[in-house]
């Protein structure tokens, strides 16, 4: 994948489609070169970046159904276990089993035992307390 990228970006190093976007006037710079080297840059900058981007994309996945949106808000109040999440969503047990284990795969709650019970928190990450926050303003 990035060396397609990398290759795409040598492709068109000065092609006429960028030098007329600078000729335009459009672009704060006047050097098409200068243009092309900052574009080559941020290529880099892709590919250095490419496992957080990964690892953020698969959060905003896992944030994307309502249902763990409101698994978060619900933990957020206190830990719970799954008989509780269920009667609060009106959901059966292998829906809330499934949206937990999506949830905690991810890192974003923990689970702790105690007995026969399983309760269910949010996880102590940097990554969490921003979501918590986002989801405090819901």
Request: proline content about 1%; charged content about 30%.
């Amino acid at each position: 994948m990035e060396r397609k990228l990398l290759r795409s970006m040598e492709g068109f190093a000065l092609s006429e489609r960028l030098k007329r976007l600078v000729d335009s006037g459009l672009l704060a710079t006047q050097d098409a070169t200068e243009y092309v080297t900052r574009l080559r840059e941020l290529t880099n900058d892709i590919v250095r970046t490419r496992e957080t981007i990964r690892r953020v994309s698969r959060n905003f996945k896992a944030l994307s159904h309502p249902t763990r949106l409101k698994i978060l808000r619900l933990l957020s109040s206190h830990d719970m276990c799954v008989c509780e999440i269920m009667a609060i969503l009106t959901a059966t047990q292998p829906t809330t089993s499934h949206h937990l284990n999506i949830l905690e795969n991810m890192g974003l709650i923990e689970e702790r035992r105690e007995g026969k019970w399983i309760f269910y928190s949010i996880a102590k990450t940097e990554t969490m307390k921003h979501i918590q926050q986002l989801i405090q303003r819901m």
